[in-house]
């Protein structure tokens, strides 16, 4: 027999909420995958929506390059609104 | 390149941090087995422990009961799914997963290969076997490696109810008759040792327990975890007004821990080199059930291949 092969859910928690990874399973397509999730993934009310993609469709960042990949932002510190000092009455800005 | 021991030591490093392991990091191979074994194992228990509760979904007493004897099972199948996929990430195959369980290469919790007798024993099974569970799994959401502590928080959600609603079957019968409050009795008689036996061999006699806790896969050994679940659970017995069986249970003040006797690892050993009273009955259940249900995934592959065709 030929695998069944493996699906990557998300499931969007309430509207106004991002689809978030949750976990995986194997299905013969799309359509069954979203019918497994919703059992698997669902039986809590967990969700008002699910996506589903082949995991083989998902490109990874290699963890070996997490560092040339992440640490050039580490340095730029006055990206964030905390590295500006103002005075005390306009601080809340 | 970075050499060998050098790759060891920042492992090592990460995980002292309390630093998660993703699937696509570097592991030590050693690393990458105990926890294909660790997971796996726990994964074939979900998918056998079914099977003791199947048993009775069609002589529930009324159809509450069965309703939340379905729901219980349906999640011990979904428990094995999220397990089964935490082990795929490791480089494992779903397929070679379920040859090693079903050729009897692989184990999973002995607790299964005792047989359901009584009506009570879905209550012991809910109170004390999903309770030794939860002991183990809420030490597991620490864990060091990420897709398997993720999978132990989603678990852990949802088995609070298998607890509890086995102590409520044993709190029905308890406060019945006579007749009903012997059976509760009878099978926390059967129950209560195999139960002990669910946290593994003691920890001088524990293959595995340094290693795993150096990479912080356990985060307790198999004895603290034991002795946790005792502690928890005889209060419990004196609220349902059942003996637990062993005569030398009592409170130590200066332990501040109850102490119990013996486990018979004679009996244990037995169980798990499959000789216990339901073994063979579990994994020929399971074969037939994967034998049986071939048909059915053929039919839905050869159905996707057909359709992705036309579409293309």
Known sequence: ?93 | MKDQEQLLKEFQEKIDREEKIEPKDWMPEEYRKTLIRQISQHAHSEVVGMLPEGNWITRAPNLRRKAILLAKIQDEAGHGLYLYSAAETLGIDRDTLIDELLSGKAKYSSIFNYPALTWADMGAIGWLVDGAAIVNQVALCRTSYGPYARAMVRICKEESFHQRQGYEILLALCRGNAAQKKMAQDSLNRWWWPSLMMFGPSDKNSAHTAHSMNWKIKRFTNDELRQKFVDMTVPQANVLGIKIPDDKLQWNEQRGHYDFGEINWEEFNHVVKGNGPCNRQRLDDRRKAHEEGQWVRDAAMAYAEKRSNKIA
């Open chain 1, 1 to 93: 027999m030929k695998n069944w092969p493996l699906f990557e859910i998300f499931i969007r928690s309430r509207n106004g909420l991002d689809h978030k990874h949750v976990g995986s399973l194997h299905a013969s397509d799309a359509q069954m995958a979203i019918e497994n999730a919703r059992d698997v993934y669902s039986r809590r009310l967990e969700g008002v929506s699910i996506w589903v993609v082949e995991s083989k469709y998902i490109t990874a960042s290699d963890p070996g390059d997490k560092d040339a990949m992440f640490e050039p932002a580490v340095d730029k510190i006055y990206r964030h609104p905390t590295f500006y000092k103002l005075p005390k009455e306009v601080d809340h800005m």
